[in-house]
């Protein structure tokens, strides 16, 4: 079932503007993960932070975790149009192998 | 690539019987089938962790599994119905705790 849902489910920025995206999810996790698809691709690895883990970095990527709340963020400082695609956060359970649980998606729109 | 698809796409007959073939380079003992339509996100069909088992996921009705080798997940429509025209993604990741998940290019079939 899915547990993450995005925030926004679309988002339109110009070059060198940072994006933000927001993840709920309902149930206690592992550890949360964000993925990119661009169109027409398999999903691409991008970053997991644990559940003992506030915030962590890669490159021009952070991300927060809030276990709190059940909410996480990803944000991209000065973004390019080659970020342009579709963002997904995705929670891990106990169950189902730690297959993971993927929200709808943030798209991500980048213009020169 | 680490994880590759086949057919990358398909077109097939309401009824027909389809095989999509997942293959990984990886070594991985757990592999997953997802499918993602538009506004669903993804959801997970089968999963198996480990050469031999296999288990369902969230959406099994219709589909069936078999990972005779390690290397291999192949995953079956016995009577194609159309709405299982869908992208179907093959992914694979560690066994041990979670981890990041890596996936196929995706296979797009469409059932007339």
């Known amino acids: 079932s899915q547990q993450g849902e995005e925030d926004p489910q679309a988002l339109s920025i110009q070059e060198g503007e940072n994006a933000t995206m927001n993840c709920s999810y309902k149930t206690s996790i592992n550890n949360l993960q964000w993925y990119r698809q661009n169109s027409g691709r398999g999903l691409v690895h991008l970053i997991l932070?644990?559940?003992?883990?506030r915030e962590k970095h890669s490159g021009r990527l952070r991300v927060t975790l809030d276990t709190s709340k059940k909410s996480s963020s990803l944000l991209i400082t000065a973004s390019r149009a080659a970020d342009t695609a579709s963002y997904f956060c995705a929670t891990d359970g106990w169950n189902s192998g730690y297959a993971l649980n993927f929200g709808k998606g943030t798209s991500l729109l980048v213009t020169p | 690539a680490d994880v590759t698809q086949t057919p990358r796409n398909g077109i097939t007959k309401t009824g027909k019987r389809i095989m999509l073939e997942c293959s990984q380079t990886?070594?991985?003992?757990?592999m997953y089938w997802y499918r993602q339509d538009p506004g669903m996100g993804l959801r997970l069909i089968h999963y198996s962790v480990g050469e031999g088992t296999t288990a369902k996921g969230e959406v099994p009705d219709g589909y069936n599994v078999s990972r005779l080798k390690k290397q291999n997940f192949l995953l079956g429509l016995e009577s194609a119905a159309p709405s299982q025209t869908s992208v179907y993604f093959c992914v694979s990741s560690y066994l041990l705790g979670p981890s990041e998940q890596y996936f196929g290019p995706g296979t797009r079939l469409t059932v007339t």
């Open positions: 990886k070594g991985h003992d757990r």
């Open positions: 932070i644990r559940s003992n883990e």
